[in-house]
C-alpha cells in the first residue's frame, strides 16, 4: 500500500507539475493575444486616420486640378498676350541695338581718323620745329659772318 501511494503521489505531482506549465504558458498566450488586440485597436485607429486624409487629400488635389484648368485657360490668354508683348519689346531691342552697334562703329571710325590726323599733324610739327631751328642757325651763322 506504501508503493502505491508514493506511485500515486508521483503521479499527481508529475501531473500538477505538467499543468502548472501548461497554464502558464496559457496565461503567457493570453497576455500575448491581449497586447495584440490593444495594437489591434490602435493600428486601426491609424488606418482609418490615415485613409480619411488621404481621401481628404485626394479631394484637395482634384479641386486644386479643376482650378487649374479653369485658370489654365485664362493664364493661356494671359501668356499669349505677354509672349507678344515680349516679341515686340525684342523686335525694338533689336533695332536698337543696330542703332548703337552703328553709333559706335561710327565713333571707332572718327577716333581713328582723330589718331591719324594727330600723328600727322605731330610729324608736321616737328618737321616744322625741326625747320625752325635749321633757319635760326642759318641766321645766327648770316649775323657772325657780318
Known amino acids: 500500500m506504501k508503493l502505491f501511494r508514493s506511485q500515486r503521489n508521483l503521479y499527481i505531482s508529475g ?16 497576455t500575448q493575444l491581449a497586447k495584440e488586440l490593444s495594437n489591434k485597436g490602435v493600428l486601426k485607429r491609424q488606418a482609418e486616420n490615415i485613409n480619411q486624409a488621404a481621401k481628404k487629400f485626394m479631394e484637395e488635389n482634384e479641386r486644386l486640378k479643376r482650378l487649374l484648368k479653369h485658370y489654365g485657360k485664362e493664364e493661356e490668354h494671359v ?5 507678344k508683348k515680349l516679341e515686340e519689346d525684342k523686335e ?10 552703328d553709333a559706335l562703329s561710327k565713333a ?9 590726323q594727330s600723328e600727322r599733324l605731330s610729324k608736321e610739327y616737328d618737321r616744322l620745329l625741326r625747320e625752325h631751328a635749321g633757319l ?11
Open 136 to 146: 635760326q642757325d642759318r641766321a645766327g651763322k648770316d649775323k657772325k659772318c657780318l
Open 79 to 83: 501668356l499669349e498676350a505677354e509672349n
Open 108 to 116: 571707332q571710325n572718327d577716333v581713328m581718323i582723330m589718331k591719324m
Open 15 to 30: 501531473f500538477s507539475l505538467f499543468f502548472w506549465l501548461v497554464l502558464r504558458r496559457l496565461v503567457t498566450l493570453i
Open 92 to 101: 525694338k531691342l533689336k533695332i536698337e541695338l543696330k542703332k548703337a552697334s
